[in-house]
């Protein structure tokens, strides 16, 4: 049971580039989400899904695409790079039972844009 | 809306040293409240929860009470070893929302010294 896994752990782009973050769990988690770290800012919430088919914004959603066509996997999108996308990127996921509220982060995602 | 805001770091304690880091929320509805910790290089893990009034999370040594009179959920460990250097960070989850996404405070990064 590897839980929730990314790749890549560390990438540098340049301005206007694109790319595919991507995140797995294999606990059969109906919800995931995608959050960014910035210093100081803590985490904030960039898209979220409830399950396969269904995706939301949350927060910080500007740039940014998701889609969920299968329970395990929730790519994120960036389809042009801004300097400003600079963070840490953390995927997490947890189930729709009665521990809906307790989320399970991955390693993360260290992305640089230049 | 949501918000979470706990103490600014950075905090230096000696090992064995009492442990208090703040937290207090401002909530829509009745939400659950969490500490998450992020070790170096790491992902989150949770750490604690509550999820109703008067309610004590505890974890390898640490506790918070969810006090719905003064909206806080600080955190606090009696004895801190070196292994406790972490960035701690406090979140709040808004059942009533209906999507359990969390909202979380800056972070508190704690150094612990022999």
């Known amino acids: 049971n590897a839980g929730v896994t990314q790749t890549p752990k560390f990438q540098v782009l340049k301005t206007g580039q694109s790319m595919t973050l991507q995140c797995a769990q294999d606990?059969?988690?109906?919800?995931m989400s995608w959050y960014r770290q910035d210093p100081g800012m803590g985490l904030r919430l960039i898209h979220y899904?409830?399950?396969?088919?269904?995706?939301d914004q949350g927060e910080v959603p500007n740039g940014y695409n998701v889609s969920r066509s299968t329970t395990e996997d929730f790519p994120l999108r960036l389809l042009s790079a801004a300097p400003s996308q600079t963070s840490v990127y953390f995927c997490a996921s947890s189930s729709a039972g009665d521990e809906k509220e307790t989320q399970y982060f991955g390693p993360g995602t260290r992305l640089l844009v230049l | 809306g949501n918000s979470v805001t706990q103490m600014e770091g950075p905090v230096t304690l000696s090992e064995e040293a009492f442990l208090t880091i703040n937290c207090t929320y401002t909530?829509?509805?009745?939400?659950?409240l969490f500490w998450y910790v992020q070790y170096p290089g790491e992902g989150l893990q949770l750490l604690l929860k509550a999820t109703k009034a008067d309610d004590k999370g505890s974890n390898k040594g640490f506790e918070a009470t969810y006090r719905k009179e003064t909206t806080s959920f600080h955190l606090e460990k009696g004895s801190v070893q070196v292994s406790d250097s972490a960035v701690y960070f406090c979140?709040?989850?808004?059942?009533?929302?209906?999507?359990?996404?969390?909202?979380f405070g800056k972070g508190t990064k704690l150094s612990v010294i022999p």
């Open positions: 899904s409830v399950g396969a088919g269904i995706t």
């Open positions: 606990m059969n988690h109906e919800y």
């Open positions: 979140a709040l989850s808004d059942r009533g929302a209906g999507s359990y996404q969390l909202t």
């Open positions: 909530a829509t509805g009745y939400p659950s």
